[in-house]
């Protein structure tokens, strides 16, 4: 074949050779492919071993095209091994990320519930031992329930004891869990024992005993010839049960116009051990349990007859208690966020949960 024709063939040939290549899926096929162009009897292999069937005037041309020619296609091969070879290293290492079913999960770390939340559990469970039904009430509240009903009329100075959050609507963000005791006299009659565990409200100056957002705990036991004796009673076992232990506390005269007489139950200060200190403002004494016995307007309120029961009504101070249990002195502690206050408190004998169940 003259030069000519010998350029159409390579022509040919080398388009083939590139679509091949281009399909070849594997280092195999691959060499299988450049082995049948370029080796000693392939295509290309044997073309060059023509040369010397031409004239000798002719053969540094056709030389030179046919060593173009292979220089060309052993280029192509080479750029398709490194292509290759990339690819199986790229799906090598995928495989390798890829996830096995069969391997146990990762463990999630545990959970705990909050401070204020294990203490609520415990007071729900003391009570609920003793026959008192878990009652709620609604955090926004009308005027009615939370001062009228509880022998606060409008005016009295006694409103001044909660400062009060009102809303545009003319309701308000209850200042305690009192208002629950007479939503509960109207929905049970006596006799009667709930408690009503909830967030409260007060548009306070905060420090390290007072927040504007706290827990109480609303208690109310009301039936016939229920006396003094009995609420006392039922404090000192509350806080046996949930600090596990007799305290140290004191039983003092307070005044609250839904209970008559009053008291305020105090507990020694568990942060300073009586001694004084932030939290107590330098007392000893923190505020956790006033009480007393339901006065006569409140029950008439809630449409029981007060010449034929009696009750006395309870208003918990749960996040102070919190405090004392896990040893917290600063109330804006359990409120924020901060784990590191949090967790620790909580952990110390509060039961946990795991994300995994
Ligand atoms: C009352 O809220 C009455 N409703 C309690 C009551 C109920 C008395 C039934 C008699 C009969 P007081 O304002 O003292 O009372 O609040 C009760 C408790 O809630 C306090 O002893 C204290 O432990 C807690 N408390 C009150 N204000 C705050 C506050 N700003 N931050 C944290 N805890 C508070």
Known sequence: MDLKQLETQLSVLHEDTIKAIVAAGSLDALRHLESGVLGKTGTLGALLGTIKEYPPAERG???????????????????????????????????AATYDPSLPGRRLPLGTFHPVTIVQMQVEEVFRRLGFLVETGPEMETEHYNFEALNIPKLHPARDMQDTFWMTNGMLLRTHTSPVQVRAM???????????????FRYETIDASHENTFFQVEGLMIDRHISIANLIAMMKLLLREVFGRDLKVRLRP????????????????????????????????????????????????????????????????????????????????????????????????????????
């Open 61 to 95: 041309k056709v030389g030179q095209t046919l060593n173009r020619a292979k220089t060309e296609m052993t280029k192509a091969f080479k750029e398709a091994e490194a292509r290759i070879k990339a690819g199986a290293a790229a799906a090598e290492s995928s495989k």
């Open 186 to 200: 109207e929905r049970h009659g006596p006799p009667l024992r709930v408690i009503a565990p909830g967030r409260c």
């Open 254 to 357: 307070g005044y609250f116009p839904f209970v008559e007489p009053g008291f305020e139950l105090d507990m020694s200060c568990l942060i300073c051990d009586g001694d004084g200190c932030a939290t107590c403002k330098r007392s000893g004494w923190i505020e956790v349990l006033p009480c007393g016995m339901v006065h006569p307007n409140v029950l008439r309120s809630g449409n029981i007859d007060p010449d034929e029961y009696t009750g006395f009504a309870f208003g918990l101070g749960l996040t102070r208690l919190a405090m004392m249990k896990f040893g917290v002195a600063d109330i804006r502690g359990l409120n924020g966020g901060d784990l590191r206050s949090l967790v620790p408190a909580s952990r110390l004998t509060g039961p946990t949960v795991s994300a995994k169940g």
